[in-house]
C-alpha cells in the first residue's frame, strides 16, 4: 500500500525520516518560507508527536509534564497538512525507485528525501548491559522506566559524568534515589569544561548528595535479572536499583549508509545538507558537516535553516557549521562552555577566581580574540562571550575589563588603582571579615598605617584567606599616593600571588585536601599549575594531611616518581639503603650479583656510606629491585626530598676512643625516621666521640656523643654554602635523642617552604625559634614528636616492592608498542 | 620535513597517565607521548634540544612539559622552548582514533630505510 499515491497530488513529495527536533524544525523553517511547495510525510520511531529532547532532564526531575515539552501537536501536523506516521519507523531506501519502506511494509514515494534520524545513546557492552534496570538517556520511554525505579527510592548509579549523565543524576536525586556517578574521566563534563570548574561542580554536585567517583572504569553491571549493582575494574562494589548509561551519543547513519550514501561518522553533507545523493538530505545529529558531527541543539537549528532555504529554492550562503556552547540544565548550577577553550599554542588565557562567591571564569584568548570560554557560578555573562566568539570581534580594548563581563566593558578604565578609588565607601573589600572599603580608609588616614600588615593589625581586613589583599594593597597605594610602595610578597611561581608561607597556612585553615581545592580556593591563575608549584602543593598537601591526602605521582619530579635518580643520560642510578652505613656479605653479594645481571657499568660508595649503581636502565628497575629486595634491603630514598642517610663513625662499638654507642644511634634514627617526606633532602650523622669522625656538624640534625650523653646540632650544610651547625641542646638518654630528632624533624616539615634545606630556614627564622619550640617547650615537643610518628605510620612502606611485586605505576617502566593492525 | 609513511596504533589513550607520558622506540630514536590533564596527546622525539634530555620523564602541566634535566619548559604543541630559553624539540604528527593513539612514522623510523 502506498502512503500517498503520486497521482492525488501535483506537488513535489517532501518525506521526512525522523520525528525529532531536528527533522520538524526543518519542516517548520520550510512551511514558513514555502508553506504549499511540498507534500509532506513524516515517520517517526517513537509512538507520540515531537517533543523537546533537551528537556528530558526537567521531565524527569519533575520539574516539567510531558504535555510542557510536546513542540508540535496532533493538531499542528493536520493543520498543516502533514502526514504523520508515529511508531512505524523507515526500516529501507530504495533510491533507484525513489521510495521509502517503513516497518509495517508500507511504501511510500518521494521527490526529495529528508533524514533526520539523530543518533544512538552508546552502549558499553559490558557484562550485564542487558539486565533490566539498565537504560540510556535518551527518550521518553527511558524516563518512563528510570521513574518506575525511583518510586521505590534506593540507589541509582549513573555511568557517564558528562552533560546527560549529570543531568540524569541531579533528575534522579530529585526523585529520591541515593545517586552515583561514575565518570572515567579525572573531571566531569571534561568536554565542556576544565578542571577547575570540573572541580567545582563536583564539589556542588557533593553538597546535594551525589556521589562523583572520578576515574572510574566499570568492568561489569552485577544482577541475575535486574540490576543489584556495578563493579569497577579496581575491584570497588557499587549497589544499584538503576543503571543509567550516559556515556555518549552516535550519529545514526545506517539507513544511509544502507542505501548507499556516503557515511562517514555521521552522513556526509554539503553547506545545503545535500547527501551525496542531490535529493536527499539530511539534518541533525546524524550528519557530518565539514568533518564535524554535532550533538547540541542550536546547531541543529542551524542546519534546519539552510537545508529549508535549499529546498525552499531560496538563495543561501548555507551552513558554515557551528561555534558551540552549553548550559547544564541544572536548577541552582551555572554552568557555561563555549568554542574551543582547550588553550595551548597561540592562545592566552584570562582567569578569573572569586572563591568567595564560588566564581570561576577562564577565557582564552588568540590574536585579540576569545576563542573559548569556561563560566562557572556566574553565566550571566555567557551570551555576551558567546556572542563575542561567534562575531570574532577583536577584544584586545576590552581585554583589561574581559573577566568582569558586558557591564564593565567600554566602562571604567583597566587601571586597578582607579577601579578601587572609583568604589563606594561601602563596597566590601574583605569578604571574610565583611570589611568595606570606607572602614579601611578611614583606618589608613587615622591611624597612618602604611604597611599591608598594619592594614590586617587594626582592621582585620585580609587576615583571614588573604585573597583580597592586592586589593588592600591598592587602597593602600590610592590612599597614600606615592607614599606607597607594595610590600615584596614572592609568590611560588607565575600561577599566583601567594606565597609559600600563606599557601601552607590557608591550606590547614580552609581545610583544603586536593590539588584542585587549593587551586580553585586560592586563586590560581593557571588551569593546572606548573612544575614548580606542583610539587611544593603536593608537598604541602601531604604534610598537613599524612595519612589522608592522596599523593600526586604526576606532579613529583621524575626521581621521586620512579624511586632514582635520573642520569645525564637518561639512565638511573639506585642506592639501597645500608642502616647507619652498616652492610653484611650478604647484601654485598646481591649488589655485585645485581650488577653483574643487569650490565650495570659503574658502581660507587657514596658520601653517605652507601653504594651507588649508576647507568640502571629504566626498564631494568623493577628487576633491580626485586634481587635487592630478596637480600632484604629497601630504597634509600638518595633520590628524595626526604630522609637520606644517617652517617655513623664506629662509635664505642668499636673504637677505643668512643663514648657513646653511636652505629646502633644510627641505626635506630634512621629506622625512626626512613620514609619521610620533607621540604627538601635531609641528612644526618652520629659521631660516637668529639673528634666527629662522621662529620656530623655539616649535616642537618647532627649528634655527637660526649661522655655524659648527647650534643644536637642542627642547620648544617656541605652543599654550596658551607656552614656549621648550631647547637641546639644537650641530652643525656638515647630516648631524648630520638625525641627531640624527630620533632625537629617535624618542625621543619611543618614550617620550611618546599626546597628550602634547614640551613637556610634556620637562618630565616632563627635558631631561638627552633629552641623555644623544640627545647624549652617539653608540651610542644612530645607534641611534635607525635605527629611525626604519627605520619610515618603510611610513610615506611618500601616504594621499591611496591614496584617490583605490586606492579604499582607499571607503565612508568614499560615501553609502548605497535598495535597489531586489524 | 620528513614526510610520514606510515601511521601506527600504540593503543588506547588509557594507557597513557594524565599528566604523564609514555615512550615508543623507533629503529632511529624514542618519540615521548604526552596526554594532558585535558586528556589531548602531543608527541614530540624523546630528547631535548638543549642536553638530549628524555622529556617524557618531565612533569606534564598546561600544553607544556618541563624537561626533567635542567628544566627548560617546552610547549607540547610546536616543541619551542619556552621563556627566556631558545631551542625547540622536535614535533611528531599524532592523532587519536576512535580513542586509540596514532603516530606518525617516517620511514626510517619504521625500519624500511630503503622503501620508495
Given at each position: 500500500m502506498n502512503h500517498v499515491p503520486a497521482a492525488l497530488t501535483k506537488k513535489p513529495r517532501l518525506v521526512v525520516i525522523g520525528n525529532g527536533m531536528a527533522g520538524m524544525r526543518t519542516v517548520e523553517e520550510i512551511l514558513g518560507r514555502a508553506p504549499d511547495k511540498y507534500e509532506i510525510t513524516v515517520f517517526g520511531a517513537e509512538p507520540r508527536v515531537n517533543y523537546n529532547r533537551i528537556m528530558l532532564s526537567p521531565l524527569l526531575s519533575g520539574e516539567k509534564e510531558f504535555d510542557d515539552i510536546v513542540i508540535n501537536t496532533h493538531e499542528w501536523y493536520q493543520e498543516n497538512r502533514i502526514h504523520l506516521f508515529s511508531g512505524d519507523p523507515v526500516i529501507k531506501i530504495d533510491r533507484d525507485r525513489k521510495v521509502v519502506v517503513s516497518k509495517s511494509g508500507s511504501e511510500t514515494a518521494y521527490d526529495q528525501l529528508l533524514l533526520a534520524t539523530g543518533s544512538d545513546p552508546i552502549i558499553i557492552p559490558v557484562p550485564g548491559y542487558k539486565l533490566s534496570g539498565v537504560v540510556t538517556f535518551r527518550d521518553v520511554d527511558d524516563v518512563d522506566i528510570m521513574l518506575k525505579v525511583a518510586e521505590n527510592g534506593g540507589p541509582a548509579v549513573v555511568i557517564g559524568g558528562g552533560l546527560l549523565g549529570l543531568e540524569a543524576a541531579v533528575g534522579l536525586q530529585a526523585r529520591g534515589m541515593t545517586v552515583t556517578v561514575l565518570h572515567l574521566a579525572g573531571h566531569v563534563m571534561e568536554r565542556q569544561l576544565d578542571p577547575s570548574a570540573g572541580y567545582l561542580l563536583a564539589q556542588e554536585l557533593g553538597r546535594r548528595g551525589i556521589d562523583v567517583i572520578t576515574e572510574a572504569d566499570t568492568a561489569e553491571i552485577i544482577g541475575t535479572e535486574c540490576v543489584t549493582g556495578v563493579r569497577l575494574k579496581d575491584g570497588r562494589m557499587i549497589p544499584a536499583d538503576l543503571v543509567v548509561m550516559a556515556v555518549g551519543i552516535r550519529p545514526n547513519g545506517r539507513l544511509g549508509a544502507d542505501a548507499g550514501l556516503t557515511v562517514e561518522r555521521g552522513i556526509v553533507v554539503d553547506d545545503v545538507m545535500t547527501t551525496s545523493d542531490p535529493d536527499v538530505f539530511a539534518v541533525g545529529e546524524c550528519v557530518q558537516h565539514r568533518g564535524q558531527c554535532y550533538g547540541l541543539v542550536a546547531p541543529l537549528f542551524e542546519m534546519a535553516k539552510s537545508c529549508a532555504d535549499h529546498l525552499a529554492e531560496i538563495q543561501t550562503d548555507g551552513y558554515a557549521g557551528s561555534v558551540t556552547s552549553t548550559k547544564l540544565k541544572v536548577t541552582g548550577v551555572d554552568v557555561f562552555s563555549a568554542g574551543d577553550f582547550s588553550g595551548g599554542g597561540e592562545t592566552e588565557e584570562i582567569v578569573f577566581r572569586d572563591a568567595g562567591r564560588g566564581v570561576y571564569k577562564r577565557i582564552v584568548l588568540e590574536d585579540g580574540k576569545i576563542k573559548g570560554a569556561v563560566l562557572y557560578?556566574?553565566?550571566?555573562d555567557g551570551g555576551w562571550y558567546f556572542q563575542l566568539i561567534k562575531d570574532g570581534q577583536d577584544v584586545t580594548e576590552l581585554r583589561d575589563t574581559l573577566a568582569f563581563g558586558q557591564a564593565f566593558a567600554g566602562g571604567a578604565a583597566g587601571n586597578p588603582l582607579d577601579a578601587v578609588a572609583a568604589l563606594p565607601d561601602d563596597a566590601e573589600i574583605c569578604g571574610c571579615n565583611g570589611i568595606c572599603k570606607g572602614t579601611i580608609v578611614s583606618a589608613i588616614t587615622e591611624k597612618g598605617l602604611t604597611t599591608l600588615d598594619e592594614v590586617k593589625g587594626h582592621t582585620k581586613a585580609s587576615a583571614s584567606c588573604g585573597s583580597c589583599s592586592g586589593l588592600v594593597e591598592n587602597l593602600l597605594a590610592a590612599t597614600l599616593g606615592g607614599d606607597y610602595e607594595v610590600a615584596a610578597v614572592k609568590p611560588i611561581c607565575t600561577c599566583t600571588d601567594h606565597d609559600h608561607d600563606s599557601v601552607r597556612r590557608l591550606i590547614k585553615a580552609k581545610d583544603m585536601k586536593s590539588m584542585p581545592a587549593v587551586m580553585q580556593e586560592l586563586e590560581w591563575k593557571s588551569s593546572d599549575g606548573c612544575h614548580i608549584c606542583r610539587p611544593a602543593l603536593n608537598y604541602y598537601l601531604l604534610a598537613a594531611w599524612p595519612n589522608e591526602y592522596a599523593d600526586h605521582g604526576a606532579s613529583r619530579f621524575i626521581n621521586e616518581r620512579v624511586h632514582a635518580n635520573i642520569q645525564k643520560d637518561g639512565t638511573y642510578s639506585v642506592v639501597p639503603r645500608m642502616w647507619g652505613g652498616l652492610t653484611n656479605p650478604r647484601e654485598l653479594r646481591a649488589i655485585a650479583d645485581v650488577a653483574d645481571k643487569f650490565e650495570i657499568p659503574t658502581v660507587k660508595v657514596t658520601g653517605g656510606q652507601r653504594i651507588d649503581l649508576l647507568g640502571v636502565k629504566k626498564e631494568d628497575l623493577p628487576g633491580v629491585w626485586a634481587d635487592l629486595n630478596a637480600a632484604g634491603m629497601v630504597s634509600g630514598h638518595a633520590y628524595g626530598k626526604s630522609l637520606r642517610t644517617v652517617k655513623t663513625c664506629v662509635g664505642q662499638e668499636w673504637c677505643r676512643f668512643g663514648t657513646q654507642m653511636s652505629l646502633s644511634m644510627g641505626v635506630e634514627l634512621e629506622k625512626m625516621t626512613w620514609g619521610s617526606w620533607m621540604p627538601h633532602k635531609f641528612k644526618m650523622a652520629v659521631s660516637g666521640c668529639p673528634r666527629n669522625c662522621a662529620e656530623a656538624t655539616i649535616k642537618d640534625f647532627g649528634i655527637i656523643a660526649t661522655d655524659g650523653g648527647w650534643d644536637l646540632h642542627v642547620?648544617?650544610?656541605?652543599?654550596?654554602?658551607?656552614r656549621g651547625t648550631e647547637l641546639l641542646c644537650k641530652v643525656t638518654t638515647g630516648d631524648e635523642v630520638k625525641e627531640y630528632c624527630g620533632a625537629f624533624i617535624q618542625l621543619y616539615r611543618e614550617e620550611a617552604r618546599y626546597l628550602e634545606r634547614t640551613a637556610p630556614w634556620i637562618e630565616r627564622i632563627g635558631l631561638k625559634h627552633v629552641q623555644e619550640r623544640v627545647v624549652d617547650d617539653a608540651q610542644n615537643r612530645v607534641a611534635l614528636f607525635n605527629r611525626f610518628i604519627e605520619s610515618q605510620k603510611t610513610a615506611q612502606i618500601d616504594p621499591w616492592a611496591e614496584r617490583a611485586s605490586k606492579a604499582v605505576d607499571a607503565h612508568e617502566f614499560k615501553s609502548l608498542s605497535l598495535v597489531a593492525a586489524e | 620535513m620528513t614526510h610520514i609513511v606510515n601511521w601506527v596504533n600504540v593503543g588506547p589513550i588509557a594507557n597513557i597517565p594524565r599528566q604523564g607520558a609514555r615512550t615508543l622506540q623507533t629503529e632511529t630514536d624514542r618519540i615521548a607521548i604526552f596526554k594532558t590533564l585535558d586528556d589531548q596527546v602531543f608527541a614530540l622525539l624523546d630528547r631535548c634540544p638543549h642536553k638530549d634530555g628524555p622529556l617524557a620523564q618531565g612533569i606534564v602541566h598546561g600544553h607544556f612539559v618541563t624537561c626533567p634535566l635542567h628544566n627548560m619548559v617546552f610547549s607540547l604543541e610546536t616543541g619551542e622552548a619556552q621563556g627566556l630559553d631558545d631551542g625547540c624539540a622536535a614535533k611528531v604528527e599524532i592523532r587519536l582514533i576512535d580513542g586509540s593513539v596514532h603516530v606518525g612514522l617516517t620511514a626510517e623510523q619504521i625500519g624500511l630505510r630503503h622503501a620508495g
Amino acid at each position: 500500500m502506498n502512503h500517498v499515491p503520486a497521482a492525488l497530488t501535483k506537488k513535489p513529495r517532501l518525506v521526512v525520516i525522523g520525528n525529532g527536533m531536528a527533522g520538524m524544525r526543518t519542516v517548520e523553517e520550510i512551511l514558513g518560507r514555502a508553506p504549499d511547495k511540498y507534500e509532506i510525510t513524516v515517520f517517526g520511531a517513537e509512538p507520540r508527536v515531537n517533543y523537546n529532547r533537551i528537556m528530558l532532564s526537567p521531565l524527569l526531575s519533575g520539574e516539567k509534564e510531558f504535555d510542557d515539552i510536546v513542540i508540535n501537536t496532533h493538531e499542528w501536523y493536520q493543520e498543516n497538512r502533514i502526514h504523520l506516521f508515529s511508531g512505524d519507523p523507515v526500516i529501507k531506501i530504495d533510491r533507484d525507485r525513489k521510495v521509502v519502506v517503513s516497518k509495517s511494509g508500507s511504501e511510500t514515494a518521494y521527490d526529495q528525501l529528508l533524514l533526520a534520524t539523530g543518533s544512538d545513546p552508546i552502549i558499553i557492552p559490558v557484562p550485564g548491559y542487558k539486565l533490566s534496570g539498565v537504560v540510556t538517556f535518551r527518550d521518553v520511554d527511558d524516563v518512563d522506566i528510570m521513574l518506575k525505579v525511583a518510586e521505590n527510592g534506593g540507589p541509582a548509579v549513573v555511568i557517564g559524568g558528562g552533560l546527560l549523565g549529570l543531568e540524569a543524576a541531579v533528575g534522579l536525586q530529585a526523585r529520591g534515589m541515593t545517586v552515583t556517578v561514575l565518570h572515567l574521566a579525572g573531571h566531569v563534563m571534561e568536554r565542556q569544561l576544565d578542571p577547575s570548574a570540573g572541580y567545582l561542580l563536583a564539589q556542588e554536585l557533593g553538597r546535594r548528595g551525589i556521589d562523583v567517583i572520578t576515574e572510574a572504569d566499570t568492568a561489569e553491571i552485577i544482577g541475575t535479572e535486574c540490576v543489584t549493582g556495578v563493579r569497577l575494574k579496581d575491584g570497588r562494589m557499587i549497589p544499584a536499583d538503576l543503571v543509567v548509561m550516559a556515556v555518549g551519543i552516535r550519529p545514526n547513519g545506517r539507513l544511509g549508509a544502507d542505501a548507499g550514501l556516503t557515511v562517514e561518522r555521521g552522513i556526509v553533507v554539503d553547506d545545503v545538507m545535500t547527501t551525496s545523493d542531490p535529493d536527499v538530505f539530511a539534518v541533525g545529529e546524524c550528519v557530518q558537516h565539514r568533518g564535524q558531527c554535532y550533538g547540541l541543539v542550536a546547531p541543529l537549528f542551524e542546519m534546519a535553516k539552510s537545508c529549508a532555504d535549499h529546498l525552499a529554492e531560496i538563495q543561501t550562503d548555507g551552513y558554515a557549521g557551528s561555534v558551540t556552547s552549553t548550559k547544564l540544565k541544572v536548577t541552582g548550577v551555572d554552568v557555561f562552555s563555549a568554542g574551543d577553550f582547550s588553550g595551548g599554542g597561540e592562545t592566552e588565557e584570562i582567569v578569573f577566581r572569586d572563591a568567595g562567591r564560588g566564581v570561576y571564569k577562564r577565557i582564552v584568548l588568540e590574536d585579540g580574540k576569545i576563542k573559548g570560554a569556561v563560566l562557572y557560578g556566574d553565566t550571566s555573562d555567557g551570551g555576551w562571550y558567546f556572542q563575542l566568539i561567534k562575531d570574532g570581534q577583536d577584544v584586545t580594548e576590552l581585554r583589561d575589563t574581559l573577566a568582569f563581563g558586558q557591564a564593565f566593558a567600554g566602562g571604567a578604565a583597566g587601571n586597578p588603582l582607579d577601579a578601587v578609588a572609583a568604589l563606594p565607601d561601602d563596597a566590601e573589600i574583605c569578604g571574610c571579615n565583611g570589611i568595606c572599603k570606607g572602614t579601611i580608609v578611614s583606618a589608613i588616614t587615622e591611624k597612618g598605617l602604611t604597611t599591608l600588615d598594619e592594614v590586617k593589625g587594626h582592621t582585620k581586613a585580609s587576615a583571614s584567606c588573604g585573597s583580597c589583599s592586592g586589593l588592600v594593597e591598592n587602597l593602600l597605594a590610592a590612599t597614600l599616593g606615592g607614599d606607597y610602595e607594595v610590600a615584596a610578597v614572592k609568590p611560588i611561581c607565575t600561577c599566583t600571588d601567594h606565597d609559600h608561607d600563606s599557601v601552607r597556612r590557608l591550606i590547614k585553615a580552609k581545610d583544603m585536601k586536593s590539588m584542585p581545592a587549593v587551586m580553585q580556593e586560592l586563586e590560581w591563575k593557571s588551569s593546572d599549575g606548573c612544575h614548580i608549584c606542583r610539587p611544593a602543593l603536593n608537598y604541602y598537601l601531604l604534610a598537613a594531611w599524612p595519612n589522608e591526602y592522596a599523593d600526586h605521582g604526576a606532579s613529583r619530579f621524575i626521581n621521586e616518581r620512579v624511586h632514582a635518580n635520573i642520569q645525564k643520560d637518561g639512565t638511573y642510578s639506585v642506592v639501597p639503603r645500608m642502616w647507619g652505613g652498616l652492610t653484611n656479605p650478604r647484601e654485598l653479594r646481591a649488589i655485585a650479583d645485581v650488577a653483574d645481571k643487569f650490565e650495570i657499568p659503574t658502581v660507587k660508595v657514596t658520601g653517605g656510606q652507601r653504594i651507588d649503581l649508576l647507568g640502571v636502565k629504566k626498564e631494568d628497575l623493577p628487576g633491580v629491585w626485586a634481587d635487592l629486595n630478596a637480600a632484604g634491603m629497601v630504597s634509600g630514598h638518595a633520590y628524595g626530598k626526604s630522609l637520606r642517610t644517617v652517617k655513623t663513625c664506629v662509635g664505642q662499638e668499636w673504637c677505643r676512643f668512643g663514648t657513646q654507642m653511636s652505629l646502633s644511634m644510627g641505626v635506630e634514627l634512621e629506622k625512626m625516621t626512613w620514609g619521610s617526606w620533607m621540604p627538601h633532602k635531609f641528612k644526618m650523622a652520629v659521631s660516637g666521640c668529639p673528634r666527629n669522625c662522621a662529620e656530623a656538624t655539616i649535616k642537618d640534625f647532627g649528634i655527637i656523643a660526649t661522655d655524659g650523653g648527647w650534643d644536637l646540632h642542627v642547620g648544617g650544610n656541605g652543599g654550596i654554602h658551607l656552614r656549621g651547625t648550631e647547637l641546639l641542646c644537650k641530652v643525656t638518654t638515647g630516648d631524648e635523642v630520638k625525641e627531640y630528632c624527630g620533632a625537629f624533624i617535624q618542625l621543619y616539615r611543618e614550617e620550611a617552604r618546599y626546597l628550602e634545606r634547614t640551613a637556610p630556614w634556620i637562618e630565616r627564622i632563627g635558631l631561638k625559634h627552633v629552641q623555644e619550640r623544640v627545647v624549652d617547650d617539653a608540651q610542644n615537643r612530645v607534641a611534635l614528636f607525635n605527629r611525626f610518628i604519627e605520619s610515618q605510620k603510611t610513610a615506611q612502606i618500601d616504594p621499591w616492592a611496591e614496584r617490583a611485586s605490586k606492579a604499582v605505576d607499571a607503565h612508568e617502566f614499560k615501553s609502548l608498542s605497535l598495535v597489531a593492525a586489524e | 620535513m620528513t614526510h610520514i609513511v606510515n601511521w601506527v596504533n600504540v593503543g588506547p589513550i588509557a594507557n597513557i597517565p594524565r599528566q604523564g607520558a609514555r615512550t615508543l622506540q623507533t629503529e632511529t630514536d624514542r618519540i615521548a607521548i604526552f596526554k594532558t590533564l585535558d586528556d589531548q596527546v602531543f608527541a614530540l622525539l624523546d630528547r631535548c634540544p638543549h642536553k638530549d634530555g628524555p622529556l617524557a620523564q618531565g612533569i606534564v602541566h598546561g600544553h607544556f612539559v618541563t624537561c626533567p634535566l635542567h628544566n627548560m619548559v617546552f610547549s607540547l604543541e610546536t616543541g619551542e622552548a619556552q621563556g627566556l630559553d631558545d631551542g625547540c624539540a622536535a614535533k611528531v604528527e599524532i592523532r587519536l582514533i576512535d580513542g586509540s593513539v596514532h603516530v606518525g612514522l617516517t620511514a626510517e623510523q619504521i625500519g624500511l630505510r630503503h622503501a620508495g
